[in-house]
């Protein structure tokens, strides 16, 4: 069973940066798609970056250009580094993985199966 911890978040002021964090274990195989997906309450879930075995890499257009998402397969972690942040980035943000090969981007959080808790980021003006 793939676990996924989150780690990272916090409060920041606007225009600054944070480095999110998302450990993976219980992989026995291949790694799949990976990505960062948020929400605020009362709002839908929103992809916020996507990162396929092969690399390749989807970002929602309200990020492009300030996010970057990455992995370190050594260490089993996935990372989203977050710059020149805004006050809507604020929202819980979610690690997600894949358990086979699927569709990867932004749009496709219902292929992915595996979940971490979430760490909260607070943006301030």
């Known amino acids: 069973q793939v676990q996924l911890v989150e780690s990272g978040g916090g409060s920041v002021q606007a225009g600054g940066s944070l480095r999110l964090s998302c450990a993976a274990s219980?992989?026995?195989?291949?790694?799949?798609?990976m990505g960062w997906f948020r929400q605020t309450p009362g709002k839908e879930r929103e992809g916020v970056a996507t990162i396929d075995s092969d690399g390749t890499t989807t970002y929602a257009d309200s990020v492009k250009g300030r996010f970057t998402i990455s992995q370190d397969n050594a260490e089993n972690t996935l990372y989203l580094q977050m710059n020149s942040v805004k006050p809507e980035d604020t929202a819980m943000y979610y690690c997600a993985a894949a358990g086979g090969p699927s569709r990867c981007d932004v749009y496709g959080a219902h292929a992915l199966a595996y979940w971490g808790q979430g760490t909260q980021v607070s943006v301030s003006s």
């Open positions: 219980g992989y026995t195989g291949r790694r799949y798609c």
